[in-house]
């Protein structure tokens, strides 16, 4: 049989997964022995905090816990989301209608194309983005429309471009802020606008909160869901990888319009059994952690973001301070290929990156740099590039 001929079209316009080829590159140049500085992946090295993991512990023991989760997620959890957007956001979230409970963000925020795009339909995309945007629309049957991000726009997408006959068949509007890749952050008047513009073209917004609370400056991210109508419009997906360390966990939520929620449960449950009770538990504590534990997370990203960014100034790499998330991206000098560029720094330096056309059209000319290694690495990384000849 021709398996090639078989796979659907779908699969076969997705093109290359960007971090599936890092991990490609960097295996062969482990394989040389080299030692390997990964800034590539969006993956955290600073563990979850000692009563997340002795909650979980405790949870294992229980056998009831064992068994089959419920769908949408234990009420416990649920309870615990919505005191903590309360308590966070000053939001009225009904833990019954208004939340649901997700193995990832990166699942809800790809199947929830199913609940809303039928073949040929449109998404609206930010470029560069976090790649599962684009291909969860794609596997939808959509056609993702970029959004580029642009610098000279604080990185925030321009909607007066957008024409209206664009729009006619468009039924989602993803954002993520605190931004992966740039960094940046959302204000108030950016997210009203992004609200009342789609609810002017009947658009569903999906708002990424997976760095909600990685900020910096003493600056905090603001939800979507407390501005003027976003109520009617809006799915806000939060995770708990980045700001408790539980990445490997898969564990994620989305709160917002009921009907919105109900419509993604009808997807969940046709392809999800629910999340192990045992994480949830566990989870319940990590949303009653104190604002200083999380400071702690913040000043370690902030103390990391400082290292890389002076040393990349230092050597005329034009980057601006991210505001947030636990990501620089950088300008390549000398207008050089993305691609190029993080080939030669795995080859040359042992350093691995992200090539920002992998995240985006408008990522190119650009490297993303993980925080994810403590100062004294980021530091070599640095002085490893020091040798590089652009
Ligand atoms: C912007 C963004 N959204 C979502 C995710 C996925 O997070 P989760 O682990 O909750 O699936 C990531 C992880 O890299 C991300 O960078």
Same mark, same amino acid.
């Given at each position: 049989?021709?398996?090639?001929?078989?796979?659907?079209?779908?699969?076969?316009?997705?093109?290359?997964?960007?971090?599936?080829?890092? &991990?490609?590159?960097?295996?062969?140049?482990?394989?040389?022995?080299?030692?390997?500085?990964?800034?590539?992946?969006?993956?955290?090295?600073?563990?979850?905090?000692?009563?997340?993991?002795?909650?979980?512990?405790?949870?294992?023991?229980?056998?009831?816990?064992?068994?089959?989760?419920?769908?949408?997620?234990?009420?416990?959890?649920?309870?615990?989301?919505?005191?903590?957007?309360?308590?966070?956001?000053?939001?009225?979230?009904?833990?019954?209608?208004?939340?649901?409970?997700?193995?990832?963000?990166?699942?809800?925020?790809?199947?929830?194309?199913?609940?809303?795009?039928?073949?040929?339909?449109?998404?609206?995309?930010?470029?560069?983005? $976090?790649?599962?945007?684009?291909?969860?629309?794609?596997?939808?049957?959509?056609?993702?429309?970029?959004?580029?991000?642009?610098?000279?726009?604080?990185?925030?997408?321009?909607?007066?471009?957008?024409?209206?006959?664009?729009?006619?068949? &468009?039924?989602?509007?993803?954002?993520? $802020?605190?931004?992966?890749?740039?960094?940046?952050?959302?204000?108030?008047?950016?997210?009203?606008?992004?609200?009342?513009?789609?609810?002017?073209?009947?658009?569903?917004?999906?708002?990424?909160?997976?760095?909600?609370?990685?900020?910096?400056?003493?600056?905090?991210?603001?939800?979507?869901?407390?501005?003027?109508?976003?109520?009617?419009?809006?799915?806000?997906?939060?995770?708990?990888?980045?700001?408790?360390?539980?990445?490997?966990?898969?564990?994620?939520?989305?709160?917002?319009?009921?009907?919105?929620?109900?419509?993604?449960?009808?997807?969940?449950?046709?392809?999800?059994?629910?999340?192990?009770?045992?994480?949830?538990?566990?989870?319940?504590? &990590?949303?009653?952690?104190?604002?200083?534990?999380?400071?702690?997370?913040?000043?370690?990203?902030?103390?990391?973001?400082?290292?890389?960014?002076?040393?990349?100034?230092?050597?005329?790499?034009?980057?601006?301070?991210?505001?947030?998330?636990?990501?620089?991206? &950088?300008?390549?000098?000398?207008?050089?290929?993305?691609?190029?560029?993080?080939?030669?720094?795995?080859?040359?330096?042992?350093?691995?990156?992200?090539?920002?056309?992998?995240?985006?059209?408008?990522?190119?000319?650009?490297?993303?740099?993980?925080?994810?290694?403590?100062?004294?690495?980021?530091?070599?990384?640095?002085?490893?590039?020091?040798?590089?000849?652009?």
């Amino acid at each position: 049989m021709d398996i090639e001929n078989r796979i659907s079209s779908r699969l076969r316009s997705l093109g290359g997964y960007v971090f599936h080829e890092i &991990a490609e590159a960097k295996k062969r140049a482990e394989a040389l022995g080299k030692d390997i500085i990964d800034l590539g992946g969006g993956n955290p090295d600073l563990p979850p905090h000692p009563k997340i993991v002795e909650a979980l512990k405790k949870a294992a023991d229980v056998p009831e816990n064992h068994r089959h989760p419920v769908y949408q997620g234990i009420a416990e959890l649920r309870e615990a989301v919505s005191a903590w957007m309360k308590r966070r956001f000053d939001l009225d979230i009904d833990p019954e209608s208004d939340v649901w409970i997700l193995t990832g963000s990166k699942e809800g925020l790809s199947l929830v194309n199913w609940a809303f795009i039928d073949p040929g339909d449109r998404a609206l995309v930010p470029d560069p983005a $976090y790649p599962p945007f684009r291909r969860g629309v794609m596997l939808a049957g959509g056609e993702p429309m970029l959004m580029p991000l642009l610098m000279e726009n604080r990185w925030l997408p321009d909607f007066e471009p957008i024409k209206k006959e664009d729009l006619s068949n &468009a039924k989602l509007l993803f954002l993520n $802020y605190p931004n992966n890749p740039t960094g940046a952050l959302a204000d108030r008047e950016f997210l009203q606008k992004a609200v009342d513009f789609a609810k002017e073209n009947e658009l569903v917004i999906c708002q990424d909160m997976a760095y909600s609370e990685i900020t910096f400056d003493n600056t905090r991210s603001e939800s979507i869901l407390t501005v003027d109508g976003a109520k009617e419009n809006c799915l806000e997906f939060f995770s708990f990888s980045k700001t408790y360390g539980m990445t490997g966990w898969r564990l994620g939520f989305v709160a917002g319009n009921s009907k919105l929620i109900d419509a993604l449960r009808q997807v969940e449950v046709s392809v999800h059994s629910g999340v192990f009770h045992v994480l949830q538990k566990a989870a319940c504590v &990590a949303l009653s952690l104190e604002e200083k534990d999380i400071d702690e997370t913040r000043r370690t990203y902030q103390g990391r973001r400082d290292v890389l960014v002076k040393g990349l100034r230092d050597l005329e790499w034009e980057v601006k301070n991210p505001k947030g998330s636990i990501f620089v991206w &950088a300008k390549i000098p000398y207008g050089l290929d993305s691609k190029k560029t993080a080939n030669m720094l795995i080859e040359k330096c042992g350093i691995v990156t992200t090539p920002g056309v992998g995240l985006g059209p408008s990522g190119e000319g650009y490297l993303r740099f993980s925080l994810i290694v403590d100062k004294g690495r980021l530091k070599q990384a640095v002085d490893r590039m020091k040798l590089l000849e652009l």
